[in-house]
């Protein structure tokens, strides 16, 4: 399988930052936003991130041009019918993203591949609401999906080797360092990533160190790009919260539960980078 035509289902910071990676590999990408005036703005975006790189001398003002014609947008999901690869790239909610999966089976061609960029739910659940549960995989991107290069490719029980090969491939082509896991909730680097993150909150909670001490303390002991909190408000901290949530639901261990300031701030609307608010304040 070749992927020419791409659909990505989502125009968030992923879902634009996925369709740039894909657009820069040579392939036409649709990507499908819930209005017209949300995929409109992902292209806008997409166009300052262009000119950024163009100013930069990261990327030719030729090539930056050639990237943004290989991107289009749209609100109706009868615009995907013909990819051969839809990535889906919405809120981290099984019956949303459920509903979706059971949408696109009847909307897209019955041989393409469709993929999940979730970062920790159950894909064989996902795949078993299409009628083609082999043709369904993960493919998780990290964000900044164009600078981390890294993507998890998750098989689930249902999918072909076919699929998970052509995905792998398709992945490679698109200058990514694809690592296969198994549909396990976390995959590989979640798994082990969020339960140290839930742990600085409750060093937090204790008193241990203040919100700067311990971001400051594991960049400098650990050598760690950022703090665990700085970390936790880019991820956003409803993404982080529905991590955990999905690995304590999984494994049934307390340390796993989400920590009590985590669950306090998403009540708050307090997610972090993209609300201007989490556990550092952005607003200034």
């Given at each position: 399988?070749?992927f ?26 649709i ?41 289009d ?13 839809v990535i ?31 970062s ?34 998750v098989?689930?029980?249902?999918a ?5 090969e ?50 400051t303390?594991m960049?400098?002991?650990?050598g ?10 880019l ?5 982080s ?44």
């Amino acid at each position: 399988m070749e992927f020419q035509s791409v659909g990505v289902l989502g125009s968030g910071i992923m879902g634009s930052g996925i369709a740039e990676v894909v657009a820069a590999n040579g392939a036409h990408v649709i990507v499908r936003s819930r209005t017209m005036a949300s995929a409109e703005a992902m292209l806008a975006g997409l166009e300052k991130s262009l000119a950024r790189q163009v100013e930069r001398g990261k990327r030719s003002a030729e090539d930056a041009d050639a990237l943004r014609a290989r991107v289009d947008a749209t609100s109706s999901l009868a615009d995907l019918a013909d990819c051969d690869l839809v990535i889906e790239s919405v809120v981290e909610d099984m019956d949303v993203k459920k509903t979706i999966f059971n949408e696109l089976d009847r909307s897209v061609r019955h041989d393409a591949v469709l993929a999940t960029n979730t970062s920790t739910l159950s894909v064989i659940e996902i795949a078993m609401e299409t009628s083609r549960p082999e043709r369904v995989c993960g493919i998780h991107f990290f964000n900044p999906a164009p600078l981390m290069p890294l993507v998890e490719v998750v098989r689930p029980l249902s999918a072909s080797d076919e699929t998970i090969e052509s995905v792998v491939q398709f992945v490679r082509q698109c200058g990514k360092d694809p690592v296969e896991v198994a549909d396990r909730a976390g995959f590989v680097v979640n798994a082990l990533l969020f339960p140290y993150l839930n742990d600085a909150i409750r060093l937090y909670e204790r008193g241990v160190a203040s919100l700067e001490g311990i971001d400051t303390a594991m960049k400098g002991g650990c050598g760690f790009p950022m703090g665990p909190f700085a970390l936790l408000d880019l991820v956003g901290l409803d993404t982080s919260l529905a991590i955990l949530s999905a690995l304590h639901a999984e494994s049934g261990d307390p340390h796993h539960a989400p920590a009590a300031a985590l669950r306090r701030l998403v009540s708050a609307g307090r997610l972090g980078r993209k609300s201007g608010h989490g556990f550092y304040d952005y607003r200034h």
